[in-house]
């Protein structure tokens, strides 16, 4: 079957507002990669983290999983170095699904745990969380690079 182009309307939330020239729109994915709203931090005392939390997004999970799809990304586009450990628990029953963990590990190069619960809680609220408990150090906004930008310059 050739290739169809879809129509705006029909488009995956994700993709709206995305230009239509495939280089631009490859050049937003990758800005959002490297510049998600509120994420773009250095994580310099910190050597892991670990997310533990459950495969479906019910009972208080989706901010989790947000913050996993979204944020994550950008923590690693600028801390390459950080060990990052992702567990999802598959739970079958209802019961084991209200008991599941929600939870960020932090481990500091001190050896010093720090848990951060994620659970009925906004994927902002968890970053918040975060960076307060970590003292994390914001990146200066001359050294994230926009490749939409450098994209257009070229054309």
């Not at 939390?53 to 390459?80: A, D, E, R, V």
Request: hydrophobic share 30%; with cysteine; aromatic share 8%.
């Amino acid at each position: 079957m050739p290739y169809q182009k879809i129509p705006k309307a029909l488009r995956p939330l994700y993709l709206k507002g995305l230009s239509s020239s495939r280089y631009l729109k490859q050049g937003q994915h990758l800005d959002l990669i490297s510049n998600y709203t509120n994420s773009s931090y250095h994580f310099n005392n910190v050597s892991k983290l670990e997310i533990i939390f459950k495969q479906h997004s019910s009972y208080g999970h989706l901010g989790m999983k947000k913050f996993w799809k979204n944020n994550l990304k950008t923590i690693y586009y600028h801390n390459p170095s950080l060990i990052i450990d992702v567990k999802r628990i598959d739970c079958q029953e209802k019961e084991q699904q209200l008991n599941c963990p929600c939870i960020i590990k932090t481990i500091t190069k001190d050896n010093k745990e720090i848990i951060i619960n994620g659970k009925d809680k906004h994927s902002d609220d968890i970053m918040k969380e975060l960076v307060e408990k970590t003292a994390a150090v914001a990146v200066p906004s001359e050294d994230i690079i926009s490749y939409s930008s450098l994209i257009e310059e070229r054309r």
